[in-house]
């Protein structure tokens, strides 16, 4: 199971849509933000977003993992 850490981080993502934002909020850097994501979707065997370039979006699994 994920930590809270890392379920806030992804909320954060979710919200603002980009590894750095949501690392500034959190206070991680981008890399370590994309890191625990990276886990968190090994974790749960699934894709959360769609990465385009610099951009992030929640894809349907991912929409479905925010309360």
């Known amino acids: 199971m994920s930590s809270i850490r890392?379920?806030?981080?992804?909320?954060?993502?979710a919200?603002?849509?980009?590894?750095?934002a949501a690392g500034s909020e959190v206070g991680l850097s981008a890399a370590a933000v994309g890191l625990q994501m990276r886990a968190l979707e090994e974790n749960l065997?699934?894709?959360?977003?769609?990465?385009?370039?610099?951009?992030?979006?929640?894809?349907?699994?991912?929409?479905?993992?925010?309360?």
Do not use: E
């Open 15 to 20: 919200r603002h849509g980009s590894f750095a």
């Open 6 to 13: 890392t379920m806030k981080t992804f909320l954060a993502v």
């Open 45 to 67: 065997r699934q894709t959360l977003f769609d990465r385009s370039g610099r951009s992030i979006v929640l894809n349907t699994a991912g929409r479905r993992a925010i309360p």
